[in-house]
């Protein structure tokens, strides 16, 4: 491993490539990827025990304790261990059921995308010739555009909810399985066992069923864990901007937006929602590196 000193010696791009092989390195710990794994596992464990967990509903109303500060700071109250915010609903309790809202769009999404994308790259693959110029071709006009942009189109156009938002994410987000999925099944296909099915009579769907898509199964888990984040991050950017989930549903962009106009006085209002964006999408970026390493044989020689 290269010193503080060789790597003031090397030229530029070898101080990034000796970055990158030592954050790898570093991503292949067993600490990391088992503090990545429990953070996820203590959220989705948060996400569904919410009801039980948080002190107060997450919409109710209370004027008397608005804009309480956290119980560390003066002012606070042991009461709203978080704080309250401007209609006076505890942080606390919206931070938690915000997490059922993130993950649950993220989950939502990712099953969307996973099972349009992958029939899409599936039979472009598969069957190739017209069918893969012209699915290929609607891939490339869905990436081309700006996602973001586009989604708060659409969203502004049917209106904020929890379905519009899967349905906008997953709109854009299909085209990456559809790519990955096509580009493997056009190797796997090539195959000796597929030939062989081939000759003994199966059909393209039992041979894509059977024997093309169980092989697709590491590709897929590892391009699923690693959108689980951006998920998150795009569902909070259309919440922000009044286009995502709905208020005064306890979604984090929208808890962020609440305490925009007063992140001086009143911080806690969109820091602790943002906190928890920050972590969880740390910590499933780390999971799907990690999976990522594990199950792609190209990178286990680094």
């Known amino acids: ?22 954050w790898l390195r570093l991503s292949r710990l067993p600490a990391i990827p088992l503090l990545a794994f429990g953070i996820v596992l203590g959220l989705a464990l948060l996400a569904i025990t919410a009801p039980v967990l948080a002190p ?15 119980a560390w700071v003066a002012r606070g109250s042991p009461e709203h261990l978080l704080g309250t915010d401007l209609y006076g609903r505890d942080v606390l309790s919206r931070v938690l059921h915000g997490a059922r809202v993130s993950l649950s769009v993220a989950v939502a999404t990712i099953i969307v995308a996973g099972l349009i994308g992958g029939i899409i790259g599936l039979v472009a693959g598969y069957f190739g010739g017209i069918y893969d110029a012209v699915l290929m071709r609607l891939v490339d006009a869905f990436l081309a555009v700006p996602a973001v942009l586009i989604a708060i189109v659409i969203a502004s156009t049917f209106g904020p909810s929890f379905e519009n938002v899967v349905f906008v994410i997953s709109l ?3 085209p990456r399985y559809a790519r990955q999925i096509r580009g493997e099944t056009l190797s796997i296909k090539e195959r000796d066992f597929v030939q062989l ?11 894509l069923v059977t024997h093309i898509l169980p092989n697709l199964a ?15 991050v795009l569902e909070a950017t259309l919440s922000f ?17 609440d305490g925009r106009g007063m992140v001086v006085s009143a911080w806690w ?14 910590a499933f970026n780390l999971m799907g590196d990690w999976v990522r390493d594990r199950l792609d044989p190209k990178l286990q020689g680094l």
């Open 218 to 232: 590491p590709s897929l888990t590892v391009l699923a864990s690693l959108q689980v984040g951006s998920a998150i």
């Open 241 to 257: 901007l009044g286009v995502g989930i709905p208020p005064p549903q306890p979604a984090w962009g929208v808890m962020i937006e």
């Open 56 to 70: 107060y509903p997450p919409t109710q109303h209370n004027l008397a304790e608005r804009l309480r500060p956290p």
């Open 197 to 207: 099915a081939r000759v003994a009579g199966c059909s393209p769907l039992q041979i």
């Open 172 to 174: 854009f987000y299909w």
């Open 269 to 282: 209002i969109s820091f602790f929602p943002g906190l928890a964006i920050a972590v969880t999408v740390l």
């Open 1 to 22: 491993m290269p010193t503080v000193e060789s790597l003031d010696k090397l030229p530029s791009m070898s101080k990034v490539d000796a970055t990158r092989s030592i």
